[in-house]
């Protein structure tokens, strides 16, 4: 059973970064796919980042050329670097990792963006 563990959220002013992170009790290298979603009060949970095992990355329209994400196989942790941020980035973010057909989830970490 692979657990994520998150951390990296805070409180933060407009303009301010943070960088969420999401180790892996295991191995993350055999990894199909990884990334973030969040989740604003009241509304869906939207994908926001996605890593592939070969590396290639996406990210959502709302986030690009702000956010990066990354990982450290050494470290079997994954990284969401967060700059420029503003109110509307305010969500719970949430890590997973996939292992078809299995998905992994983390509990969460709050971002909070004061205006």
């Known amino acids: 059973q692979v657990q994520l563990v998150e951390s990296g959220g805070g409180l933060v002013q407009a303009g301010g970064s943070l960088r969420l992170s999401c180790a892996a009790s295991?191995?993350?290298?055999?990894?199909?796919?990884a990334g973030w979603y969040r989740q604003a009060p009241g509304k869906q949970r939207e994908l926001v980042a996605r890593?592939?095992?070969?590396?290639?990355?996406n990210y959502a329209d709302s986030v690009k050329g702000r956010f990066t994400i990354s990982r450290d196989n050494a470290k079997n942790t994954m990284y969401l670097k967060m700059n420029s941020l503003n109110p509307e980035d305010t969500a719970v973010y949430y890590c997973?990792?996939?292992?078809?057909?299995?998905?992994?989830w983390g509990q969460g970490t709050r971002v909070t963006v004061s205006s």
């Open positions: 890593i592939t095992s070969g590396g290639s990355t």
């Open positions: 997973f990792m996939q292992l078809l057909p299995h998905s992994y």
């Open positions: 295991g191995s993350i290298r055999s990894f199909d796919a």
